[in-house]
């Protein structure tokens, strides 16, 4: 990955492409983070071109085309989940991807008349024990209809359990995971510690 980020330097998305062999499935994560650190951080903004002012990201044209051809996918919408759970903010660009064309693209000066909040999904009933675990994991609260996807920190699904009874077997190294529980349509990620 350093090797990566040195040879970008300090060109502007649009100058560097990216990593060869990865036929762009980065560059729409990409241009939602960038977009996400436009509306996040003071002095930001993304513009197009290649500007040398700092404070300024280009190249919005090329930002926006990335957007537009990788949306959002599954690991990517995890990724927000599991920051959600640890920092308690998420990027609303993986959440409502058609945001950014009201901001930056071919829906400027138009009304958003769609709510931002993400449904809250109250699973507080649910506990899950022990943690950290050695393979088998309880549950106390559970549906009968709730489903678990298990995933490693980089996102990647691991495991999936459609019909449980009150525990799981994790045959999993030594390590931290993201829980996912799923029940009517809502979820909830639970970190849990594999010994």
Not at 30 to 37: G, L
Not at 96 to 120: H, R
Not at 124 to 150: C, H, Q, W
Request: net charge neutral; charged share 25%.
């Amino acid at each position: 990955m350093r090797q990566k980020n040195s040879s970008r330097g300090n060109q502007h998305y649009g100058q560097y492409v990216g990593p060869t062999g990865t036929l762009g499935s980065f560059r729409g994560d990409v241009a939602r983070s960038v977009f996400y650190m436009a509306v996040r951080y003071n002095g930001l903004e993304v513009v197009n071109g290649y500007p040398t002012t700092t404070g300024q990201l280009g190249d919005l044209a090329t930002l926006l085309d990335w957007h537009r051809n990788d949306p959002p996918d599954d690991f990517e919408m995890n990724r927000n989940n599991v920051i959600y759970s640890w920092q308690k903010n998420r990027s609303p660009f993986i959440d409502k991807p058609l945001l950014v064309e009201y901001i930056w693209g071919n829906k400027v000066g138009e009304v958003w008349d769609q709510s931002l909040s993400v449904e809250d999904s109250d699973f507080s009933y649910i506990s899950m024990y022990p943690n950290p675990a050695k393979g088998r994991v309880y549950f106390k609260g559970l549906k009968g209809d709730t489903k678990i996807e298990v995933f490693s920190l980089e996102g990647k699904l691991l495991k999936n359990f459609n019909t449980i009874e009150d525990y799981i077997d994790l045959d999993l190294a030594s390590g931290l995971y993201m829980l996912k529980l799923i029940s009517d349509n809502r979820s909830i990620t639970k970190k849990i510690i594999i010994e």
